[in-house]
């Protein structure tokens, strides 16, 4: 499965960013998709989570970015979003698409977030 990543970039605080993660597999075949981050000395840690085989939608998100993210589908275009809204400069990282298949992980090469004023 190849994952490409992109719609990071530059924004001010409490502004908003869509990312997108197109997939080289059909959608509705992966376990689940997720967005992770990764900032400058940190772990990555898990964003968001969507099931998507079977047409099944349960989502699920970090603490900390729950009411502002929103992790959505277009199955037709093989593609997840993250949407992110009231981004605070502690969501400044690089985001990586992940998709679970078939007992692997794969990822994306990553989108850069700036929260900055």
């Given amino acids: 499965v190849q994952l490409q990543a992109s719609g990071g970039g530059l924004v ?30 940190n772990e990555r840690e898990l964003v968001a989570s969507m099931s998507t085989r079977y047409n099944i939608n349960y ?38 698409c992940n998709a679970w298949f078939r007992g692997e992980d794969y990822w994306g090469q990553g989108t850069q977030v700036t929260v900055s004023s």
Avoid: H
């Fill in 12 to 41: 001010q605080p409490g502004g908003s960013l869509k990312l997108s993660c197109v997939t080289s597999q059909d959608i509705l075949g992966i376990n689940a998709m997720r967005w992770y981050r990764q900032a400058p000395g």
């Fill in 59 to 96: 989502v699920d998100y970090r603490d900390s970015v729950k009411g502002r993210f929103t992790i959505s589908r277009d199955s037709a275009k093989n593609t997840i979003y993250l949407q992110m809204t009231s981004l605070k400069p502690e969501d400044t990282a690089v985001y990586y």
